[in-house]
């Protein structure tokens, strides 16, 4: 199987708030499926369980994360990966092209909402 790099959203750190800190069940090259909770993580606002996005081996944590925290909330899609894992990912994940994906259509349907009710 492919290795993902796997982390949150800006949307995601948003609701989370700072993180202060974090840690991971899951050790490296253990077996893992997809919705297996494999750590956790916990913001200023929030703790939230870590899932598996994929049937296959825990790759490990993002050693950053032990240093800086904070990488999380300032680079979430660069050096503020939380952790990897080697397999086959779950049908439902995206990756970020899908994401945007996702986002751009879901704003294209707010402004048609919007355009429509000026109209009204």
Not at 28 to 57: H, N, T
Request: with cysteine; proline share 4%.
């Amino acid at each position: 199987g492919d290795l993902w790099r796997v982390g949150f959203t800006k949307f995601a750190v948003r609701m989370l708030g700072d993180m202060v800190d974090h840690g991971f069940e899951a050790e490296p090259d253990a077996p893992v499926r997809a919705g297996q909770v494999v750590g956790w993580i916990e913001g200023f606002k929030a703790i939230s369980d870590l899932f598996c996005i994929a049937e296959g081996q825990f790759a490990g944590a993002n050693p950053l994360l032990k240093e800086r925290i904070t990488v999380v909330n300032k680079d979430p899609y660069g050096e503020g990966w939380l952790y990897m894992v080697k397999g086959k990912p779950d049908s439902k994940c995206v990756d970020v092209h899908g994401y945007r994906a996702i986002l751009d259509r879901t704003i294209d349907k707010i402004l048609e909402k919007q355009k429509s009710e000026e109209i009204k």
